[in-house]
């Protein structure tokens, strides 16, 4: 399969918002795709750059999200959200889409760029080590600002 990767703001965004549609779930059973206003949202957003990989019939068969935003020290980047279909795993898409999202930083001026990535996802770990990114020693902490369900 051919894939080449674009900027999703040239995007659809009803093609982008189908695509999450099936995409998210792969990623996590806790957060649900976006809404078509959500993505538009997404799309809009300065500090956002959606890259999407596309296969040869130009199906979405991949999304990852660069985050770009300065602070005191320097202007940052963080990468979240890299998810390859399942079925097109093992072609090289994840690590197109973290190349592309680096020459984006780069090009920008950012000074690190940074990501998560859980654990049990080893090949997701293998590749961002392949890629040159380290582990860091530290603690990531997360406040959950929405209301405790009931």
């Known amino acids: 399969m051919a894939v080449t990767i674009s900027i999703a703001g040239a995007s659809d965004v009803d093609d982008l918002t189908a695509a999450f549609g099936s995409l998210v779930p792969q990623l996590s059973r806790s957060s649900p795709p976006p809404s078509r206003d959500d993505v538009q949202a997404l799309l809009a957003d300065p500090a956002a750059t959606q890259f999407v990989a596309r296969g040869g019939e130009g199906e979405i068969v991949g999304v990852a999200t660069l985050i770009v935003f300065r602070i005191p020290t320097g202007l940052r980047a963080w990468i979240e959200d890299v998810i390859v279909d399942e079925g097109a795993s093992r072609q090289g898409i994840g690590r197109a889409l973290t190349e592309a999202m680096l020459d984006r930083a780069r090009s920008r001026g950012c000074v690190t760029v940074d990501l998560t990535s859980r654990p049990s ?23 959950d600002l929405r209301p405790p369900p009931t």
């Open 121 to 143: 996802r080893d090949a997701a770990n293998r590749l961002y080590r392949a890629a040159g990114f380290e582990q860091r020693d530290t603690h990531v902490y997360r406040y």
